[in-house]
Each structure stands twice: as structure tokens, then as C-alpha cells.
């Protein structure tokens, strides 16, 4: 895995819809998530993500200065609390060296750095391989299989993965 130097995140901006497209558009690069969105769901997510204080990221690859994916985090209900959960998406060029996993520890620092919710999960398809073995290596703990229904009308077998933001010992936070 790279240092965190080698690509960084930066909040979404108005100049992003193609990054996002070519995330969300693509066959291949939405095969565990349901399939494509449409231009519309995409231009309507793009209208949200560029919104000062969106929790929503582009990573760059720090070499070429190009944008290499999309990582970002949002509030959610969870077995009855309040929870952060995170997803992820680079480009195929950018795959298989790490900057998923680097653009994924610098979201959850500021999701950190906010002190507002304890826990963080992500929710990779089971099949997803390279998303569970993430989810591993950042330390999130396996919470056993779950069923969401993503898209509206398909059932999406997961795999539910939490991340303590404040592990025992750190005190002083103020989620509730
Ligand atoms: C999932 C995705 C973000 C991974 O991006 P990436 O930058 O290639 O990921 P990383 O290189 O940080 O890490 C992938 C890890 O999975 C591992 N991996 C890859 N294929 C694997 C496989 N078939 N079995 C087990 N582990 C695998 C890699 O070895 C790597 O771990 P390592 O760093 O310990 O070697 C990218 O493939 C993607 O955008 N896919 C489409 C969108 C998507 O599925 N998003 C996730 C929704 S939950």
C-alpha cells in the first residue's frame, strides 16, 4: 500500500461530474453495486456532492495530478444508532495499488476529526473481493452478512464491516 502521500482527497467540486460519471456510469465499475446509474441519478448526486460540507471526496493521484476516484462518508441509521457509513470507487488505470485503501484512511481521519459519531461501517457485497479485503486491512472488525435492498427493488447480500472511530481508552467525545 502506498504512503499517504501518493494520492490525497479533496472535497467534490462543480468541475466533477465526468470523475463521477465514469465511477457510476460503468458497467464494470458498478457490477457489485446493482449496475450503472442513470445520467439523471448521477447529475442529482452531483448537485448534493458538491455541496460545501458534503462529506463527499475526490481523490487525486498526486504523480499525474488526475482524478483517480471518488471516496466519501455519510450519517445513516443502524440497528437503532447513528452511525457513519463510508464507500469508495477508483478508476480501473488507478486499480490494484493501494489508493483505495490510502483515499479510505484519510476519509475516516476527518470523519475522526469531526467527533461526532463513534462508529463507522462499510457494506461491501459479499462477491466484492478487493472491498472486504479493505475493509480487513484498514482494521474495521466483521460484523456478519446483512441484506440491503439496493437499487430499489434488488436485494444486495453484504457483508457488514464497523470501524471504532474512538477504540476504549479515548475519552472526551461528544457523539452520544
Ligand atoms: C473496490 C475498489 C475501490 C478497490 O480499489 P483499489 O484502489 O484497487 O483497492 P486497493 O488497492 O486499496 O486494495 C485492494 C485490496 O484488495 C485486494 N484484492 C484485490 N483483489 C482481490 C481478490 N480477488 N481477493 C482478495 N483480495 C483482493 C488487494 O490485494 C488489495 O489488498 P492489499 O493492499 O492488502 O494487497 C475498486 O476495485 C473499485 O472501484 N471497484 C468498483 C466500485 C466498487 O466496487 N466500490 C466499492 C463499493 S463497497
Known amino acids: 500500500m502506498p504512503t499517504i502521500r501518493e494520492v490525497r482527497i479533496e472535497p467534490w467540486g462543480k468541475g466533477d461530474l465526468s ?10 465499475m458498478m457490477e457489485h453495486l446493482g449496475g450503472p446509474e442513470s445520467t439523471e441519478k448521477i447529475a442529482e448526486r452531483q448537485a448534493r456532492y458538491e455541496r460545501p460540507d458534503s462529506r463527499q471526496f475526490k ?15 455519510w450519517e445513516r441509521e443502524w440497528q437503532g444508532e447513528q452511525v457513519y457509513e463510508i464507500g469508495w470507487s477508483v478508476l480501473p488505470p488507478f486499480q490494484g495499488r493501494g489508493i483505495a485503501g490510502s483515499a479510505a484512511l484519510q476519509a475516516i481521519g476527518r470523519a475522526r476529526r469531526e467527533h461526532e459519531r463513534r462508529f463507522l461501517h462499510a457494506y461491501p457485497s459479499i462477491d466484492n473481493a478487493p472491498s472486504n479485503a479493505i475493509c480487513r486491512k484498514l482494521g474495521f472488525e466483521f460484523r456478519g452478512p446483512c441484506d440491503f435492498e439496493y437499487p430499489k427493488g434488488s436485494l444486495l447480500r453484504c457483508h457488514d464491516w464497523r470501524l471504532d472511530l474512538f477504540p476504549a481508552g479515548q475519552v472526551g467525545q461528544k457523539w452520544p
Open 19 to 28: 470523475l463521477l460519471q465514469r465511477c457510476l456510469g460503468d458497467p464494470a
Open 59 to 73: 481523490i487525486l493521484d498526486e504523480g499525474s495530478g488526475e482524478g483517480a476516484g471518488w471516496v466519501g462518508y
